[in-house]
């Protein structure tokens, strides 16, 4: 089964890296160690985009990397215009600020006051505060199953209300955070009721015009708009165009183009009060709300991150987006005015991983730099060699620490080969990520896909058995094994729903790990006869292994309760975490 999500020269990347770490030892300067950090990612696929840093609000470093446009070989520049994707939550949540500072908003009344038409029963008691945190239970309308089928259409902004206005609230507004950017259309929506303007009219005029961002924008895909970068997605060693989204569908929560350049203006106006009074700004950088290990704001994620590889921390205000062939990330630093802003147009770039290792380059503490691509350099070797060469290539690199193996790359890969018909390379890198990830039932689906190719049709219906026991909902297992004529209804355990109930509940982790939240908190409850868990704004199905053991089929976690003592039940996760139900 081939993700929706998810050429590298991997010997060269090896040798940048070598060099890399060589100039770090000689001294070398901050922007030096940024370019070579940058462009280690660049050589190993996983960045292709625009960076900028500041230091003491000052800009020390602004480049592109790879292409804005891979068919016509245009790079990427400091004004290459990305899509911000939900960075752009927190420029609707200053549009809402600047109009309760003028008196137009009331951050506490129910949104019913603003939007009449909004169904009663849930809209009188949902608030603005509530959709500017994530805490107003309104089902997050990108999940929907139509979602996907959508992303060509054209919405206005009432289109897009009533696809979820009528929901069931998941939750009591004000009961927890759960990511939602239905909430980020309703305050579009909300704007332009009270404005009686366009969402786009109100960014320009209260914002971009103001700050001279010139380079950003509201994006309409049928205007033409120089320098602005296309969005791609890495399937194995190639890229592809990304999927199609009319910019109507994200609207308020997600429809910003803007540049790295234009960041840092939005960035150093931030410090002042030039968008809004002081005290409405700190409302933005408040933390009104827990959001797993850190808080949120009003359209800011806020905690603490490391400096580099060091277990010591520094705290941030900051925001990721991800939207079709991008992704993105502005973090801002406000205790020396610091800033790093990441803007990706190949989609799924690990800007976490890399922003860490940029504050680590700010204070002058160790990084790291990031591993080679295994999946990427088994497949340079299977293009180049003979099958019995690159094994024997696997085989020397195999236990070097200069190599990471990572699910969605060893599939892509194994999808890229199994498409030009080599079978047998195909197969060998599904094989590899089995035995990588032996509780995902998404690599016993390839593997068992590869060896149907191969002819081997008794071990390519274990591997697809494997695949509908950690998922139950494998349509492209469960139509394999019908076809053999297996009855499928006697692979899926059943656990009585009386013994689902008593593990539901919330459970505390009792041994963090260092540097982690030391109050994470996991929620299960039963519906239905299956057991959901519920971790953040993150909620998931777990698929029974035995009456104990569970599953969580998106990442192959392992979740075994002991409840051996009905008073005192405890929760291992992923076999080294351990967690006591407390509620």
């Known amino acids: 089964m081939i993700p929706y999500r998810k050429t590298v020269r991997t010997i060269f990347a090896f040798i940048v890296s070598a060099i890399s770490i060589l100039n770090v030892a000689c001294g070398q300067s901050k922007n030096e160690k940024i370019e070579?950090?940058?462009?280690?990612?660049?050589?190993?696929?996983?960045?292709?985009?625009?960076?900028?840093?500041?230091?003491?609000?000052?800009?020390?470093?602004?480049?592109?990397?790879?292409?804005?446009?891979?068919?016509?070989?245009?790079?990427?520049?400091?004004?290459?215009?990305?899509?911000?994707?939900?960075?752009?939550?927190?420029?609707?949540?200053?549009?809402?600020?600047?109009?309760?500072?003028?008196?137009?908003?009331?951050?506490?009344?129910?949104?019913?006051?603003?939007?009449?038409?909004?169904?009663?029963?849930?809209?009188?008691?949902?608030?603005?505060?509530?959709?500017?945190?994530?805490?107003?239970?309104?089902?997050?309308?990108?999940s929907f199953p139509v979602f996907h089928e959508m992303m060509r259409d054209t919405y206005t902004p009432t289109d897009m209300v009533k696809l979820f206005a009528d929901s069931t609230l998941e939750f009591t507004p004000g009961e927890r955070f759960s990511y939602s950017n239905s909430g980020y259309i309703l305050l579009g929506c909300i704007i332009e009721k009270v404005c009686g303007d366009t969402y786009e009219h109100e960014l320009q005029k209260r914002i971009f015009g103001?700050?001279?961002?010139?380079?950003?924008?509201?994006?309409?895909?049928?205007?033409?708009?120089?320098?602005?970068?296309?969005?791609?997605?890495?399937?194995g060693t190639s890229f592809q165009n990304s999927g199609y989204i009319d910019m109507s569908v994200p609207f308020s929560a997600g429809a910003i183009y803007s540049t790295v350049e234009d960041m840092y203006l939005w960035d150093q106006a931030l410090y002042t009060e030039k968008l809004l009074p002081k005290k409405y700004m700190d409302l933005l950088f408040s933390k009104h709300i827990p959001d797993h290990d850190n808080s949120y704001g009003y359209g800011w994620q806020l905690g603490d991150m490391r400096i580099g590889n060091t277990q010591n921390k520094v705290y941030t205000i900051s925001h990721s987006g991800f939207i079709n062939g991008f992704n993105t990330?502005?973090?801002?630093?406000p205790s020396d005015k610091s800033l790093i802003v990441l803007l990706n147009n190949t989609g799924g770039?690990?800007?976490?991983?890399?922003?860490?290792?940029?504050?680590?380059?700010?204070?002058?503490?160790?990084y790291d730099l990031p591993k080679n691509s295994?999946?990427?350099?088994?497949?340079?070797?299977?293009?180049?060699?003979?099958?019995?060469?690159?094994?024997?290539?696997?085989?020397?690199?195999?236990?070097?620490?200069?190599?990471?193996?990572d699910e969605n790359e060893m599939n892509s890969s194994g999808y890229e080969f199994l498409g030009k018909g080599k079978i047998k390379e195909a197969a060998f890198l599904f094989k590899l990520n089995v035995d990588a990830f032996p509780n995902s039932f998404?690599?016993?689906?390839?593997?068992?896909?590869?060896?149907?190719?191969?002819?081997?049709?008794?071990?390519?219906?274990?591997?697809?058995?494997?695949?509908?026991?950690?998922?139950?909902?494998?349509?492209?297992g469960l139509r394999v094994l019908k076809e053999a004529g297996i009855n499928t209804d006697t692979l899926i355990k059943k656990v009585p729903i009386e013994f689902l109930k008593l593990l539901e509940g919330e459970y505390v982790i009792l041994n963090p790990p260092s540097g982690s939240d030391k109050y994470w908190k996991i929620k299960f409850n039963e519906l239905q006869g299956e057991l959901f868990g519920q971790d953040g704004g993150y909620r998931y199905k777990l698929v029974p292994l035995s009456d104990h053991e569970f599953v969580n089929p998106d990442d192959g976690a392992s979740l075994i309760f002991d409840a051996s003592d009905k008073t005192a039940i405890t929760m291992m996760f992923a076999r080294k975490f351990k967690f006591k139900k407390v509620i």
Not at 445 to 464: H, Q, R, T
């Open 210 to 235: 103001p700050l001279k961002m010139i380079n950003s924008g509201y994006e309409h895909v049928d205007v033409v708009t120089n320098n602005r970068a296309a969005g791609y997605y890495r399937i």
């Open 442 to 476: 998404n690599v016993y689906d390839s593997y068992g896909e590869a060896l149907l190719a191969l002819g081997n049709k008794k071990e390519a219906i274990e591997n697809y058995t494997k695949s509908v026991q950690l998922n139950p909902g494998s349509k492209a």
């Open 374 to 405: 295994l999946a990427y350099a088994l497949s340079e070797q299977f293009e180049k060699n003979d099958f019995d060469a690159a094994v024997s290539y696997y085989k020397k690199i195999k236990d070097s620490n200069d190599y990471r193996i």
């Open 36 to 142: 070579n950090l940058i462009n280690v990612y660049l050589k190993n696929g996983k960045f292709n985009g625009s960076v900028l840093l500041a230091e003491k609000g000052n800009v020390i470093y602004k480049n592109g990397f790879g292409m804005a446009n891979m068919e016509w070989k245009i790079p990427n520049r400091p004004d290459t215009k990305f899509r911000l994707a939900s960075v752009t939550k927190q420029f609707t949540s200053m549009l809402i600020l600047q109009l309760v500072s003028e008196n137009k908003l009331k951050l506490d009344v129910p949104i019913t006051t603003y939007l009449p038409d909004y169904p009663h029963k849930t809209g009188d008691i949902i608030t603005i505060h509530h959709l500017l945190t994530h805490t107003s239970g309104i089902p997050n309308y990108t």
């Open 349 to 366: 770039a690990p800007l976490d991983e890399m922003t860490t290792a940029l504050i680590g380059i700010l204070y002058d503490q160790p």
């Open 329 to 333: 990330q502005i973090t801002r630093i």
